[in-house]
């Protein structure tokens, strides 16, 4: 992929496939790579879903377990994919006693998809010499969430698969994004309950917000997404000082479990 000379990429005609894309981040994404020129592929479990938001960008819908979606998505695309964003994702919250297999679909849709997804895209790429892998994460895979035990490990997962793809194949053309937001008005911040509504809610922004913080990191090649800036200094404090971090998070787990 070449950069437009204003250090944009240049989409024009690229084929893009975005993941859990029936709404939310998710349908965001997809709308703003189609303003930009792109050919999208829109993916999400839902198939009526992924019909509506296709048809409202004249993009193509393939409906499906993303986990499975390369190779009917590389057909619908003409025979190549230039840019994959690895969006779909669980919000399965619980503790350590959360069944095990929450944790097991958390691991699989969170995680396992996007290996998946690496596994059958890099060699493509790597031959040509390009290719972009954008990993919907959460600033949960950063810091951590509240009452979601399986979410905050599964998406540090996420974050360390996305950081491992880029650290190994940056020097073989692969560009790679973690986005981390923290809420984002979505079905997700709803599913999140009374954690959601403590945590995420007051400072939760739009699914296009993080559309174009997107393209504004990809803009600047940047790794690391903050749609909330402020991320970027409670994941410093975190590594400075782990543990004044943990009391701090371990006092609005009391609030939260006061406020049940």
Known sequence: ??????????????????????????????????????????????????????????????PGDASAVIDDARDALGGRVDVYCANAGLASGGTEAADEQVWAAAWDVNVMAHVRAAHALLPDWLERGSGRFVSTVSAAGLLTMVGAAPYSVSKHGAYAFAEWLSLTYRHRGLKVHAIC????????????????????????????????????????????????????????????????WLTNMNHIQQKWEAAR
Request: proline letters at 6%; glycine letters at 10%.
């Open 181 to 244: 937001p923290q809420g984002v008005r979505t079905d997700m911040l709803t599913a999140a309950g009374s954690a959601g509504d403590l945590v995420l809610a007051p400072t939760a922004i739009e699914p296009e917000d993080v559309a174009q913080a997107l393209f504004t990191g990809m803009a600047e090649d940047r790794f690391l997404i903050l749609p909330h800036p402020e991320v970027a200094e409670y994941y410093a404090a975190r590594a400075a000082a782990p543990d004044r």
């Open 1 to 62: 992929m070449v950069d437009s000379p204003q250090g944009q990429p240049d989409l024009q005609g690229q084929a893009v496939v975005v993941t859990g894309a029936g709404g939310g981040i998710g349908a965001a994404l997809a709308h703003r790579f189609s303003a930009a020129g792109a050919r999208v592929v829109v993916n999400d479990l839902d198939a009526a879903k992924a019909k509506a938001v296709a048809d409202e960008i004249g993009a193509t819908a393939v």
